[in-house]
Structure formats: C-alpha cells, structure tokens
C-alpha cells in the first residue's frame, strides 16, 4: 500500500514558476513508476510526466521544455517543478504511483494504482 500526499499547488501570474512536491509512504518506493496527471473541470485527465524507475521520463508535448519532474527514492518524494506557467496549465494536479519492471513507463491514468488527492494549480493574471 502506498498513500501519496501532493503540495505545493496555489495562484500565480503568467510566466511564473512553481513546484509541486509529492511525498510517499509505504515500502519499496524504488519499486514504483511515477506521474503527474492533471485535471481541467468538464475534461479528462491527462498525463503530465511520468518517471520511471531509473529515473527516465516521459512528458506530454503541452510541457516540454517547461516542466521538469525529478524523483528522491531516499527521500521517497517526487518533484514537477513547472516554469514559464501560461492560463492553459490551470487544473488540479495529481501524484500517482504504480508498481512496475525498470523499463515500464505506464502514460495512461488506468494504469497507475495509487492516487493522491490533487493539488489546484490556478494561473491568472
């Protein structure tokens, strides 16, 4: 069992920077594949990035270059630090996890088993 708790979310302008934190508890952290899915009311949600075990990622085209995701397995923590934030980036965002190979990189939200309970990221003039 895993329980995921996200942080760091909040209101900031145009071009801003801002990062999310995501914290784990439970065994074997290293074991598990990581993402950042968000969620827009009325759509579905998306994947943001998701890292793999050894630290590989994927990233969705709306946030290359912008959004960088990293991972502590010491700390058992995840990090999205998210620059150049523009209004479409608005939603909540959630922490998820899964249990994986090394070389499995799941991008779909079905796939993954543990989810935290989001964190609204607004961004507004």
């Known amino acids: 069992q895993v329980h995921l708790a996200e942080s760091g979310g909040g209101l900031v302008q145009p071009g801003a920077s801002l990062r999310l934190s995501c914290t784990a508890s439970g065994h074997s952290f290293n074991m598990y594949t990581l993402a950042w899915f968000r969620r827009v009311p009325g759509k579905e949600r998306e994947l943001v990035v998701a890292i793999g075990r050894s630290g590989g990622t994927i990233y969705a085209d709306s946030v290359k270059g912008r959004f960088t995701a990293s991972r502590d397995n010491s700390k058992k923590t995840v990090a999205l630090q998210m620059n150049s934030l523009k209004p479409e980036d608005t939603a909540v965002y959630f922490c998820?996890?899964?249990?994986?190979?090394?070389?499995?990189?799941?991008?779909?939200?079905?796939?993954?088993?543990?989810w935290g309970q989001g964190t609204q990221v607004t961004v507004a003039s």
């Open positions: 998820a996890a899964k249990r994986t190979i090394v070389t499995h990189i799941p991008t779909r939200d079905d796939d993954y088993t543990y």
